[in-house]
């Protein structure tokens, strides 16, 4: 009965993710930013090729809405409607075309993407637009999961203070996550095979937000995200041969 909390991955896996869930919702409150792309990186290298993205939304689902229930008052509510229709335009375009690809090149695409999320910026034509970014993003979002850093670039040019960057960018990611979590269910992935296990993930993210909440920018910034770009870098090297030698060996898992 316990097993179905793992997932057939075995415990001492699970409690490696529980601990990344809750670290990287404290980073994501703490520093606005960056827990989305922990999380995912890590889930790459320890589930399923197939099984990365749908699990990434599910988990960050829960995170991200008890993240904008936590700071609803702090939401502006205002930007969610033309967001969330260029996000379903993105998800249904994104939808149909992603049960296409080869494992492989999604761990190649999801290190390339960590990687470019890293050394460089999301382009300045997604702060002009909800609309825009929703779409865009959320086509993204069926490949490659983390895609928080474009949808951060339009809320941080909406000029908000700390708390409502926070709380805005949790709603517009909550509005994401429950969109691609129902299009990959129409596609057929069997998400009550994870089930135990994502809502432990989920709850180990509450825990991280809560105790984010409280810590918010009391920490050194600028140090903790030169740690969490070089940590970051490393896993998406790793994605990148792994998925590059599943390419090679035409095998269809990635080398340890």
Same mark, same amino acid.
């Given at each position: 009965m316990l097993d179905?909390?793992?997932?057939?991955?075995?415990?001492?896996?699970?409690?490696?993710?529980?601990?990344?869930?809750?670290?990287?919702?404290f980073i994501t409150v703490a520093f606005g930013i960056g827990g989305g792309l922990v999380m995912l990186a890590v889930l790459a290298t320890l589930l399923p090729a197939a099984a990365i993205v749908p699990v990434h939304g599910l988990v960050q689902l829960g995170s991200n809405a008890g993240r904008a229930c936590l700071m609803?008052?702090?939401?502006? #509510?205002? &930007?969610?409607?033309?967001? %969330?229709?260029? !996000?379903?335009?993105?998800?249904? $375009?994104?939808? @149909?075309?992603? =049960?296409?690809?080869?494992?492989?090149?999604?761990?190649?695409? #999801?290190? &390339?993407?960590?990687?470019? %999320?890293?050394? !460089?910026?999301?382009?300045?034509? $997604?702060?002009? @637009?909800?609309? =825009?970014?929703?779409g865009f993003s959320s086509v993204l979002t069926m490949f490659i999961g983390g895609t928080g850093p474009f949808v951060a670039t339009y809320v941080k040019s909406q000029q908000l203070d700390r708390m409502t960057h926070v709380g805005t960018h949790a709603a517009l990611m909550t509005i994401q996550h429950l969109l691609k979590t129902l299009a990959f269910g129409a596609l057929g992935f069997a998400f009550s095979l994870w089930a135990g296990l994502i809502v432990m993930l989920v709850v180990a993210g509450v825990m991280g937000t809560v105790v984010g909440r409280m810590v918010l920018t009391r920490l050194d910034e600028k140090q903790f995200r030169f740690v969490l770009n070089a940590i970051?870098?490393?896993?998406?090297?790793?994605?990148?041969?792994?998925?590059?030698?599943?390419?090679?060996?035409?095998?269809?898992?990635p080398s340890p």
């Open positions: 179905t909390f793992h997932a057939g991955l075995g415990w001492p896996i699970a409690a490696t993710l529980l601990m990344v869930s809750f670290a990287a919702s609803f008052k702090h939401i502006r #509510l205002d &930007l969610l409607g033309v967001f %969330s229709a260029g !996000a379903v335009l993105g998800i249904v $375009l994104g939808g @149909s075309v992603v =049960v296409q690809l080869n494992a492989g090149w999604i761990l190649v695409v #999801l290190g &390339l993407f960590i990687l470019w %999320s890293v050394l !460089a910026k999301p382009p300045a034509f $997604l702060r002009n @637009s909800g609309f =825009v970014t929703g970051l870098t490393i896993l998406a090297l790793r994605l990148i041969y792994s998925g590059a030698s599943m390419l090679i060996s035409g095998g269809t898992e």
